[in-house]
């Protein structure tokens, strides 16, 4: 075992988080998102919701501040109108983490199944939120 790991953490995420590089991307999948289907690397974490996710992955994975918005959200669908609500909350969490965080980059929901597709992971968690899913931008570790 280790210390100050989140449980929710399991050893595959730790392993796949270690193993990203600067600018690698992962997905943090709501339970509607076709996970299987475009993960290069799957990650289950059924039972679990994306913003325990967040909270458990931010403060190991620093965001990428060298790009203006290291975070990405599926926009909601034309004439769809929903308004999630999730995404104030994703707000509050990122702004913990990450202390240059500006805004979200909102991506079409096919060119986010694009980029979805060349992500290093997908981590498909239990959440019922519509428009839930989450694309984070690996930064560097400073000494």
Same mark, same amino acid.
């Given at each position: ?21 600067? #600018? ?6 709501? #339970? ?33 501040? @060298? ?17 999630? =609500?999730?995404?104030?909350? @994703? ?5 913990? @983490? #990450? ?19 060349? =992500? @290093?992971?997908?981590? =498909?968690? #239990? ?17």
């Amino acid at each position: 075992m280790l210390r100050n790991i989140p449980s929710i953490i399991s050893p595959e995420l730790l392993k796949t988080l270690a193993e990203m590089g600067h #600018g690698d991307e992962i997905v943090i999948a709501d #339970g509607n998102f076709p996970a299987a289907t475009v993960a290069q690397r799957l990650l289950r974490a059924d039972g679990h919701g994306v913003c325990d996710m967040l909270e458990a992955i931010l403060p190991l994975l620093p965001l990428d501040e @060298y790009v203006d918005r290291p975070v990405a959200l599926m926009q909601v669908v034309p004439g769809d109108t929903t308004k999630p =609500a999730i995404w104030k909350k @994703y707000r509050d969490i990122i702004r913990v @983490y #990450g202390d240059k965080f500006i805004d979200f980059d909102m991506v079409e929901r096919f060119e986010f199944y694009e980029r979805a597709k060349r =992500a @290093y992971a997908v981590v =498909a968690t #239990g959440e019922k939120a519509l428009y839930a899913n989450i694309i984070l931008k690996k930064g560097v570790v400073r000494g």
